[in-house]
């Protein structure tokens, strides 16, 4: 009896010791380890009578991803070879071409849709090619606060995410 007892108390110790001694391991780098970042080929981007717009599949992006995401997008000018935020304007020497965009959350793939609002009628700009970068959030807060890259610089969000060129 006295052996059992002794047993039972080593064994309550040692889990007593191991249960208390855990701690939570230290924090990883900032990485993309949750961000995506979908290609999209040359588009051609219009201000004409009739409406420009362009929808790009973001397949896999579920309705409940999209809601739960910053999504940002971005063009690569033929013209200039920088990169443009969407909403926002595109290169400065077609005039003042004003983009704007919608995020249609759905199942099983949410869709994008950027669209040419204003410009000079009849004039082109290309975009050599289109990004979208989605960054999942596990907690939303709302409001604006400060994040360690701009949002309308392409190039800010790809080295702050350590997205490949």
């Known amino acids: 009896m006295k ?3 002794i047993k039972i108390w080593a064994i309550a110790l040692g889990l007593g010791i191991s249960l ?3 701690k939570k391991g230290d924090q990883g780098p900032t990485g993309n380890a ?3 970042q979908m290609n999209f080929g040359s588009t051609t981007f219009e201000y004409t009578v009739l409406l420009s717009l362009h929808s790009f599949v973001l ?3 579920t309705k409940e991803i999209a809601e739960k995401s910053i999504i940002l997008s971005y063009g690569r000018s033929s013209l200039t070879k920088s990169w443009h935020h969407f909403p926002g304007t595109g ?4 005039g003042d071409m ?3 965009t919608a995020i249609h959350a759905n ?4 869709i994008l849709d950027i669209q040419l609002l204003h410009g000079i009628i009849n004039v082109k700009e290309t975009f050599d090619q289109i990004r ?3 960054i999942p959030a596990n907690t939303l807060i709302t409001g604006r606060g400060i994040t360690p890259y701009d949002i309308r610089d392409y190039e800010s969000v790809r080295v702050y995410f350590k997205l490949s060129q």
């Open 132 to 134: 979208v970068v989605i």
């Open 3 to 5: 052996k059992l007892s």
């Open 34 to 36: 949750n961000v995506i």
């Open 91 to 94: 290169s400065p020497l077609l």
């Open 20 to 22: 208390f001694s855990c």
């Open 107 to 110: 199942d099983p793939s949410s």
């Open 59 to 61: 397949k896999g992006i």
């Open 98 to 100: 004003e983009y704007r």
